[in-house]
């Protein structure tokens, strides 16, 4: 499986402190089912990542994974925030792609009151990016209301979410969301946004069986992100999708 949103490097944000660390996650995602992982680091204001920053993280770790005898491939990425992708330069933000591809990983925002944010997804778009939206369903605006990410696919973006809002880990609202999406057919990635090997952990094909949708990891986490780095033509989606499950569904199997 491919793995598009994973704070693995060490010291660059808020991911593993150490070399250690981040070895430990590599080993997780192995563990897991897990061969390739696109580093995302946070691209923000707060910790002030840039590619080359990334890039030579990203060769570092590789060495280092080799040196350990892990099998993982890291790929190039970024998790950048909205506000701040259509500051950077040209050439910055082409930098900050996920793998080989035309794709950016934008940050869909997570605080209430971001009206208009899908002006700034538009804007990517138009200075020639495709865009994947980290954790719509973790977006008060798109929880309110989610036509906006209907009327956003509509334009071309691509929806990953996070497993573990599948599972419940952030809580009902964002769980009800990501089920939303689900059965309006608006998710084409599935992905672990792992921090570490404890507190936030990967385990892709864990959250999802855990709902019942195991059929679906094919899509979402292999064919669909393996085009995404490649640059490859998006493969259509499965015919069906899971009805958005009742309340009562959530209370029997889901966590609280
Ligand atoms: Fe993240």
């Known amino acids: ?41 946070h691209v923000d204001l707060e910790y002030g990542n840039r590619s080359a920053d990334i890039q030579a993280g990203i060769e570092q770790f590789n060495l ?12 190039n990425g970024a998790e950048i925030t909205l506000t701040l992708a259509n500051e950077l330069e040209k050439d910055e933000l082409a930098a900050l792609r996920l793998g080989e591809g035309p794709w950016l990983l ?3 925002p997570l605080s209430a009151g971001a009206f208009g944010f899908e002006n700034l997804v538009r804007q990517a778009q ?13 977006c008060p605006e798109i929880q309110r209301d989610p036509d906006l990410a209907t009327g956003l696919v509509r334009n071309g973006v691509l929806m990953q979410i996070t497993a573990g809002s599948l599972s419940g880990s952030f809580g009902t609202t964002v769980q009800e969301c990501a089920f939303e999406l689900v059965a309006r057919g608006l998710v084409h990635n599935v992905a672990s946004d792992a921090h570490d090997a404890r507190r936030r952990p990967p385990g892709l094909l864990a959250s999802l069986e ?47």
Not at 64 to 75: D, M, P, T, Y
Not at 126 to 138: C, N, Q, S, Y
Not at 239 to 248: E, G, L, V
């Open 1 to 41: 499986m491919v793995d598009l949103h994973c704070h693995l490097l060490p010291g660059i944000d808020d991911g593993p402190e150490s070399l250690e660390g981040s070895l430990a996650l590599a080993r997780a995602q192995v563990a897991a089912g897990v061969n390739v992982v696109a580093a995302t680091p």
């Open 64 to 75: 280092a994974l080799v040196e350990h005898g892990i099998e993982l491939k890291v790929v």
């Open 106 to 108: 934008l940050e869909a």
């Open 126 to 138: 138009t200075r020639g990016h495709k865009v994947l939206l980290a954790h719509p369903e973790r």
């Open 210 to 256: 855990e709902v019942g949708m195991s059929e679906y990891a094919s899509y979402w986490c292999e064919s669909v992100p393996a085009a995404i780095i490649s640059g490859g033509e998006i493969p259509n989606p499965p015919t069906s999708f899971p009805a958005a499950r009742s309340k009562s569904w959530r209370r029997y199997f889901g966590r609280r």
